[in-house]
């Protein structure tokens, strides 16, 4: 009680630009916690200008491997499944997250971890993707794109590659390869216009909300295993197959996208 009462008579003696300098360079829970003893505080999570310092100095600042460091841990179970997010020095502290969907099994995170305290979940193939913040424990639903709104008569399937973050635009993309096949079982036709692909690239944008198609001619086709793909400073790193005929072996190379200029690279 005492401490909740100095905080507030701090609160209110504390010029609100030197309270401000202070608490954007707080972790998230740090700051969620101490809006609860001034409502300025707890306002400035709704400020732009706020949580772009914030954003901006958690992004430039080096931090312990164990700030706010958190696992994801998804139980299986017969009739449903929960997602759980372990945290501390021995992950000792856990949490139930709120998963929109119900059931979490099924879902993988693309990339090596998070980015920027954000991470990226999708289904095996084609379906709901969703964007988390296990912090604060918030979603956002990543709609379908074009593609995937397509008739009976074809097959869609999905390879999910990276996901990033575009410093140059402060935007968080998610890139991946589809490949639409012919169901054999229907003999329709469709006119696909732009989408009307046998393979082709794809990146959502969180920014505009929205999925385009980059310019692309690279033929090497991803591998399945998400350890093999991984972000570092604005670029996303994969490995992948490729064989020029039949009667050679497949050789290996590594695929890297720049997130910003739309740049591909292999090696």
């Known amino acids: 009680m005492y401490d909740k009462f100095v905080a507030q008579k701090l609160g209110n003696h504390l010029p609100d630009d030197l309270a401000f300098s202070i608490l954007f360079k707080l972790p998230l829970k740090s700051l969620k916690r101490y809006g609860c003893l001034h409502k300025s505080w707890a306002l400035l999570l709704e400020n732009s200008n706020f949580m772009d310092l914030f954003r901006n100095n958690f992004i430039s600042n080096q931090h312990s491997y164990y700030d706010d460091t958190s696992l994801l841990l998804c139980l299986d179970q017969p009739d449903n499944s929960s997602l759980f997010s372990l945290s501390g020095r021995s992950f000792q502290?856990?949490?139930?997250?709120?998963?929109?969907?119900?059931h979490c099994s099924g879902y993988f995170t693309l990339g090596s971890s998070s980015i920027n305290g954000i991470i990226c979940l999708h289904p095996y193939e084609l379906g709901t993707m969703y964007l988390l913040n296990p912090s604060s424990g918030e979603f956002k639903i990543i709609p379908p794109s074009p593609i995937e709104y397509i008739p009976d008569s074809m097959c869609p399937y999905s390879r999910y590659v990276g996901f990033g973050y575009d410093c140059a635009r402060d935007d968080y993309k998610v890139i991946?390869?589809?490949?639409?096949?012919?169901?054999?079982?229907?003999?329709?036709?469709?006119?696909?216009?732009?989408?009307?692909?046998?393979?082709?690239?794809?990146?959502?944008?969180?920014?505009?909300?929205?999925?385009?198609?980059?310019?692309?001619?690279?033929?090497?086709?991803?591998?399945?295993?998400?350890?093999?793909?991984?972000?570092?400073?604005?670029?996303c790193h994969w490995l992948g197959d490729w064989r020029e005929s039949y009667d050679e072996p497949e050789k290996t190379y590594l695929v890297s996208f720049d997130l910003s200029n739309d740049e591909w690279f292999i090696t």
């Open 176 to 235: 991946r390869q589809l490949f639409l096949y012919p169901n054999e079982d229907t003999e329709d036709t469709y006119d696909y216009g732009e989408w009307d692909i046998s393979e082709s690239w794809e990146i959502y944008s969180l920014r505009s909300n929205s999925w385009r198609k980059p310019k692309s001619d690279i033929y090497i086709y991803p591998r399945c295993e998400e350890l093999n793909k991984f972000y570092l400073e604005g670029m």
């Open 93 to 102: 502290n856990m949490e139930k997250v709120n998963w929109p969907k119900g």
